[in-house]
């Protein structure tokens, strides 16, 4: 069984940034952290959750990442395998970006944008931006 744990959320102005990271421990039947799809889900109060960004393996030497289109260009996910670790980096946070960002592990093939592709979640750490 896969455990998720994030850290680095906190309190933020407008225009300034976070980096969020997620350490995995325990194995998934079938994977490693490598071979792993790792993502970020956020929920706002009030608000389904909701799928922010994830790096995929490809099956070979590649790794694919996705964003939704509210944070492209301002976030960044990427990961260390070595460390089993997977971050997100927040940068121009909007007010809009407040809620609980969720770490998410999953089998790559069928990993996508929807809560249900995933089987592994974190507690979640909660991020505020303040306007």
């Given amino acids: 069984q896969v455990q998720l744990v994030e850290s680095g959320g906190g309190l933020v102005q407008a ?5 969020l990271s997620c350490a995995a421990s325990g194995r998934a039947s079938g994977r490693t952290f490598s071979t792993s ?3 970020w889900f956020r929920q706002a ?3 389904e959750r909701e799928f922010v960004a994830s790096n995929t393996w490809s099956g070979s030497y590649l790794y694919y990442t996705y964003y939704a289109d509210s944070v492209k260009g301002r976030f960044i996910i990427s990961r260390d395998n070595a460390k089993n ?7 121009s946070l909007k007010p809009e970006d407040t809620g609980v960002y969720y770490c998410v592990a ?3 093939k069928i990993a996508g944008q929807t809560p249900a592709d995933y089987d ?3 507690q979640g750490t909660q991020v505020t931006v303040s306007s």
């Fill in 45 to 47: 109060p009030g608000k």
């Fill in 85 to 91: 670790t997977v971050f997100l980096q927040m940068n």
């Fill in 120 to 122: 592994a979640w974190g």
């Fill in 106 to 108: 999953g089998n790559y």
């Fill in 37 to 39: 799809a790792m993502g």
């Fill in 15 to 19: 225009g300034g940034s976070l980096r």
